[in-house]
């Protein structure tokens, strides 16, 4: 079984921190997403990356960064953290596909829920 | 990509069938239908994917018409513990990246 760990299930921090989460998947996976889910939004994806080292915004990266040194860890960089970042942050993955036969499934983990005071 | 739109949420009973309907009108020639289930506190778990006519496996049947237009979820004899949020998605698999968009789910509340 894929298996996404997220480092931390909560986290509080206080406004202005930087804030580190970390994501690692054991799949081998090339993709990797970080999304954020608030109540009456659904998920909202903040950033992804196809490759290490490659990174694309998703629809709301503003106040974010991403890091992608290493094949199975994607990092989410809250640089200067604000109450409105108060949030259920998941990350996913996914094998690479292109075509009609691939497989688009995105394994997530269990989700880190940050508070920032 | 393709937005979807399916119901804000739904009630049901012990062993009745749910049916989620949920429409996808711009869906293109690449994208895979796939539908997750998420519980509270959890992230979303991968339930069915399809690509047309009807895909089943052992928690879930997807029924997609011939336009592609919209998918139905359906869960045989659901239980108390299939209370979750359903999300719907198409996403593009041609692309890098694969990125998939969720809309707002449809939360299904099975009752005793």
């Known amino acids: 079984d894929v298996k996404v760990t997220q480092s931390s299930r909560y986290l509080v921090k206080r406004t202005g921190e930087k804030v580190f989460l970390e994501c690692v998947q054991d799949?081998?996976?090339?993709?990797m997403f970080w999304y954020r889910q608030d109540p009456g939004l659904g998920l909202r994806l903040i950033y992804f990356?196809?490759?290490?080292?490659?990174?694309e915004k998703g629809d709301i990266p503003e106040g974010y960064s991403v890091s992608r040194e290493k094949k199975e860890r994607f990092s989410l960089i809250l640089e200067s953290a604000s109450t409105n970042q108060t949030s259920m942050y998941l990350c996913a993955s996914k094998e690479a596909g292109t075509g009609v036969s691939a497989k688009n499934i995105q394994y997530f983990g269990a989700g880190t829920r940050l508070s920032v005071l | 990509l393709a937005k979807t739109t399916q119901p804000i949420s739904m009630d049901s009973y012990e062993g009745q069938e749910v049916n989620i309907t949920c429409s996808h009108n711009n869906i293109a020639t690449n994208d895979y239908i796939t539908w997750y289930q998420q519980f509270p506190s959890q992230g979303p778990r991968f339930i069915i994917q399809?690509?047309?006519t009807k895909v089943t496996n052992e928690v879930a049947s997807l029924f997609i018409p011939a336009d592609r237009k919209s998918s139905t979820l359906s869960l045989p004899r659901v239980s108390l513990s299939d209370t979750a949020v359903y999300y719907c998605?198409?996403?593009?698999?041609?692309?890098?990246?694969?990125?998939?968009?969720f809309g707002g789910g449809t939360r299904v509340l099975v009752k005793p």
């Open positions: 399809g690509y047309k």
């Open positions: 998605l198409v996403g593009d698999i041609s692309a890098a990246g694969n990125k998939l968009t």
């Open positions: 990356s196809y490759d290490v080292k490659m990174k």
């Open positions: 799949m081998d996976h090339e993709n």
